[in-house]
Nanobody, 121 residues
Framework: QVQLVESGGGLVQPGGSLRLSCAAS????????MGWYRQAPGKQRELVST???????NYADSVKGRFTISRDIAKRTVYLQMNNLKPEDTAVYYC???????????????WGQGTQVTVSS
């Protein structure tokens, strides 16, 4: 079994900051890319940011310059530092990871349960 557990969401005022964490655990042989997605009410889930095993990063245009993704490979954890938050960043944020559970197996995508981020005064 593989689990992704997010933490760090909450309520913050516009202009504030939050740091999300997502730790992977369970039967894991290797993890390649990890990332964050978000889903606002009434909207489709969208990519926020991804990071590969060699630390190459990708960001949605809407968060460039404000959000920073990083990972600790040894801890199997990915982080999302969110600065200068805006009301339009309000959403449930989901962690995603591409994980291989054995050396002979294929890679599969796994999702966390989501953490709510609300930006409001």
């Amino acid at each position: 079994q593989v689990q992704l557990v997010e933490s760090g969401g909450g309520l913050v005022q516009p202009g504030g900051s939050l740091r999300l964490s997502c730790a992977a655990s369970g039967r894991i042989y290797s993890i390649s890319a990890m990332g964050w997605y978000r889903q606002a009410p009434g909207k489709q889930r969208e990519l926020v940011s991804t990071i590969t095993i060699d630390s190459s990063t990708n960001y949605a245009d809407s968060v460039k310059g404000r959000f920073t993704i990083s990972r600790d490979i040894a801890k199997r954890t990915v982080y999302l530092q969110m600065n200068n938050l805006k009301p339009e960043d309000t959403a449930v944020y989901y962690c995603n990871a591409n994980i291989r559970t054995s050396w002979w197996g294929n890679e599969s995508g796994y999702w966390g349960q989501g953490t709510q981020v609300t930006v409001s005064s």
